[in-house]
């Protein structure tokens, strides 16, 4: 069983960046493909990005190609989200996850962290 907590949440004004990280318990956390998903009010959760659990293979999702970049250290078990150019339009519940294939489905994941807030002003 892994639990994860998410933290580094927060208000940040358009542009800013910020960074979350997702730190698990329980053991094995390097067997993990580690995704990011997000869920705004009133619309379903969707996919963020993911990162491979050995060689750190990283897929993102179109709308945050290029501003975005997840990575890993497997020696602190802990993921982490880095979060540039923010826009109004990435404001949603940010939640990570844990799971043994590199897919974008949520369903495909076993392990789910509580969420962290990120609000983007403009």
């Known amino acids: 069983h892994v639990q994860l907590v998410e933290s580094g949440g927060g208000l940040v004004q358009a542009g800013g960046s910020l960074r979350l990280s997702c730190t698990a318990s329980?053991?094995?956390?390097?067997?993990?493909?580690m995704g990011w998903f997000r869920q705004a009010p009133g619309k379903e959760r969707e996919f963020v990005t993911h990162?491979?659990?050995?060689?750190?293979?990283?897929y993102y999702a179109d709308s945050v190609k290029g501003r975005f970049t997840i990575s890993r250290d497997n020696a602190k078990n802990t993921a982490y989200l880095q979060m540039n150019s923010l826009k109004p339009e990435d404001t949603a519940v940010y939640y990570c996850?844990?799971?043994?294939?590199?897919?974008?489905?949520?369903?495909?994941?076993?392990?789910w962290g509580q969420g962290t807030q990120v609000t983007v002003s403009s």
């Open positions: 996850a844990a799971g043994k294939l590199m897919l974008i489905s949520a369903s495909t994941y076993d392990y």
């Open positions: 329980g053991d094995s956390f390097g067997s993990y493909v």
């Open positions: 990162i491979s659990g050995s060689i750190g293979r990283t």
